[in-house]
């Protein structure tokens, strides 16, 4: 089955530790985005990549790096830097832009500083 | 920038109630985008609305689309305890969604 995979499903990180999160796709998409979802909140975008070896800001990208080597991965680095890291991060794809489609996301990876 | 505002933000109905949940936004929409997550999950996405005016059913689901293409609305008819979660709307400003922040519906059974 065609879907989205996030690993881990939980992290914890030390303080002043650099993790990284999973996403991997295998439904073909072209774009890819990273979200954190704080409890009972919305989703905030934090990076998005349209295409390969190429990405954009969201709009918290402080403390967080991406890279998009390959069409079906789109890890999310969370770096020292970011002062509040502990959320639920999703990772979504789109077949376009999703302005025509909608997204699929990934279960998501839960991160707790410990 | 964008900013799409969802209300209200919890809903507490007895099984069999309705629920509708409304979105606005401060600019048109091209069009809009309705997701529901379910408790320790992730979104899913439900919908999309193109038209002004546009309404659209999913069984007891009823979504619409402003005249205006500045709000939309999420109706559920004689709600089960299987619509539990939160639903969100969410909005395209350039190549990005921007989401609301989303309506928790709880349903008592």
């Known amino acids: 089955d065609g879907g989205i995979t996030q690993s881990p499903k939980y992290l914890f990180r030390k303080e002043g530790q650099n993790v990284t999160l999973s996403c991997e796709q295998n439904?073909?998409?072209?774009?890819m985005y990273w979200y954190r979802q704080d409890p009972g909140q919305g989703l905030r975008l934090i990076y998005y990549?349209?295409?390969?070896?190429?990405?954009q800001k969201g709009d918290i990208a402080e403390g967080y790096s991406v890279s998009r080597e390959k069409k079906e991965s789109f890890p999310l680095t969370v770096t020292s830097a970011q002062k509040n890291p502990t959320a639920f991060y999703l990772c979504?794809?789109?077949?376009?832009?999703?302005?025509?489609?909608?997204?699929?996301f990934g279960s998501g990876t839960r991160l707790t500083v410990v | 920038g964008q900013q799409v505002m969802q209300i209200p933000q919890y809903q507490h109905v007895q099984e069999g109630e309705d629920f509708t949940t409304y979105c606005n936004s401060s600019?048109?929409?091209?069009?809009i985008q309705w997701y529901k997550q379910r408790p320790g999950g992730h979104p899913v996405f439900l919908i999309q609305?193109?038209?002004?005016?546009e309404v659209k059913k999913q069984k007891r689901l009823t979504f619409q689309f402003g005249e205006a293409k500045k709000n939309s609305s999420l109706h559920i008819t004689a709600t089960q305890t299987t619509d539990v979660g939160t639903y969100f709307c969410?909005?395209?400003?350039?190549?990005?969604?921007?989401f609301g922040s989303g309506t928790k519906l709880n349903v008592k059974p």
């Open positions: 979504a794809s789109s077949i376009g832009t999703a302005l025509a489609y909608g997204y699929t």
């Open positions: 439904l073909n998409h072209d774009a």
């Open positions: 990549s349209q295409i390969v070896n190429d990405f």
């Open positions: 600019t048109t929409l091209s069009n």
């Open positions: 609305l193109v038209k002004s005016g």
């Open positions: 969410a909005g395209p400003h350039f190549n990005k969604f921007y």
